[in-house]
């Protein structure tokens, strides 16, 4: 799959990150694609931090699937820096197509030239398919994780 471009994501990228975003039963509750103010509002306070990589997928000039990263530095495990992957969506007509293992290497790639020791997810209770194509990609389900609603 030589023709797919991971880039870092753009204004104009929102409108079709965000449908993808809300192309599953989890997505269509929380999120919003007929207003796009607060996705512009939060890609501007990405965009100014430099720990923070929302990026892409584009095959031709179609965005296929997007992920955030995440570079956080620590104290634990010898001042580790750790990367989180977050808000990982493959377009449906891209799923299956070895897209979502090409993004996920990429993000790994890049926690390693970023320096991490550590790189961490979170993925719904609900999603079984997402947790054996992580555990498939070298992934443990090693913790268990808490959201506290505010």
């Not at 409108?15 to 509750?29: E, N």
């Not at 996920?104 to 991490?116: N, T």
């Amino acid at each position: 799959m030589t023709d797919l471009e991971i880039r870092p994501l753009t204004e104009n990228d929102l409108p079709a990150v965000v449908a993808m975003l809300a192309d599953d039963p989890l997505g269509a509750q929380r999120e919003s694609p007929d207003d796009l103010s607060p996705y512009l509002a939060a890609l501007e306070r990405l965009s100014g931090d430099p720990n923070q990589h929302l990026v892409v997928a584009v095959r031709g000039s179609r965005v296929v699937g997007t992920l955030q990263l995440t570079i956080v530095p620590g104290l634990s495990r010898r001042g580790a820096v750790r990367s989180i992957i977050e808000g990982v969506r493959i377009h449906a007509d891209e799923r299956g197509s070895g897209l979502g293992t090409q993004l996920i290497e990429w993000a790994v790639d890049e926690s390693r030239r970023q320096g991490c020791h550590l790189v961490q997810l979170t993925s719904d209770k609900t999603r079984s398919d997402a947790h054996r194509f992580y555990e498939r990609l070298g992934f443990s389900a090693s913790h268990t994780g808490f959201k506290l609603q505010l």
